[in-house]
């Protein structure tokens, strides 16, 4: 069934995002700064609007921002999304942050929308094929009320609780992934002085029973320098946001932390 969508942050994951929504026949009203992204998703379809709040008008919000601050920014206030819509909305963050951010937003709103923690895997070209996977924390009548408009990119689509506890799976997720790239990349130091080029080891270890994919990933993406220089940026962020949870909530990291941060890649 068609739905009204609101859509802010229509960046690299966004835009494909909003391009897969109209294409599966959903209404989509966009606020971005961008002109050339505006220009461009009004000419596919999309309804433009000039602020945030236009944006809240409608059955479902999803924001899809960086970083907390940013996240804050759009969610927060009066004329902000969860002041702005309707307590009949719902509002979905991909935003990989920390779960106190939305459960202290969501804490702020008690007669407002609801608000569900929906962090993605995957990258913009999976969202264009529409095989995203998208983690939901939040009321399960809510979970499954979005499905279907996630449905338009997203083909794994895993309910994991309470608000916060999707971002609880994420961030566990980049741990481990970053603890997976280091190892990949000390893997192939070894290589190296053996004389083995890294993207032959790669491809041989694909093959192998040591294949995963931060290797595939390192592989596809043309070797440790490009991924390090793609990837890194998002890492860091997403680690930075892990080290905040796990402290404020008296966890370590231990092994994990132990290889992040003593591996080749420049991850801290």
Known sequence: MSQVVGFIGAGQMGEPMVSRLLQAGHRVKL????TSVRERMAAAGAQTVDSVAAAAAADIVIV???????????LDGPSGVL????????????????????QDLAAGYPEGPVLLDGPVSGSAEDIAAGR???????PATSVERVR?????????????????????????NNALFAANAQLVAAATDVGRRWGIGDQELLGALLACSARSYAAESIHRTGGLAKF????APYLRKDLAACLAATKDNGIELAQL????????????
């Open 257 to 268: 932390a132990d290889v992040i941060h003593h591996g080749p890649l420049e991850l801290g």
């Open 132 to 138: 995203l996977t998208v983690l939901l924390g939040g």
């Open 148 to 172: 279907p408009v996630l449905e338009s990119y997203a083909d794994t689509i895993v309910a994991t609780g309470a608000l916060g506890s999707a971002l609880s799976v994420k961030l566990i």
């Open 83 to 102: 002041g702005a819509a309707s307590k009949e909305c719902v509002v979905l963050s991909h935003t990989t942050g920390t779960m106190a951010t939305v």
């Open 31 to 34: 606020f971005v700064r961008r």
């Open 64 to 74: 899809c921002v960086f970083s907390d601050e940013q996240l804050v920014q759009v």
């Open 228 to 231: 390090e220089r793609m990837a």
